[in-house]
């Protein structure tokens, strides 16, 4: 599913998005991803 992200200031900025997008483990810049669901 291709996916288009535009409005970064830099090529660099863009850059560093598509490697944390891709490896989400090994990235500092995204939260973990939450296993357990909230119900209100």
Known sequence: M???V???MSQVGA???EW???HPTLSTH???PTTVA???
């Open 15 to 17: 850059l560093q998005f």
């Open 2 to 4: 291709p996916v288009l």
């Open 20 to 22: 944390a997008w891709q």
């Open 6 to 8: 535009v409005g970064f």
């Open 30 to 32: 995204l939260p973990p």
């Open 38 to 40: 909230t119900t209100s």
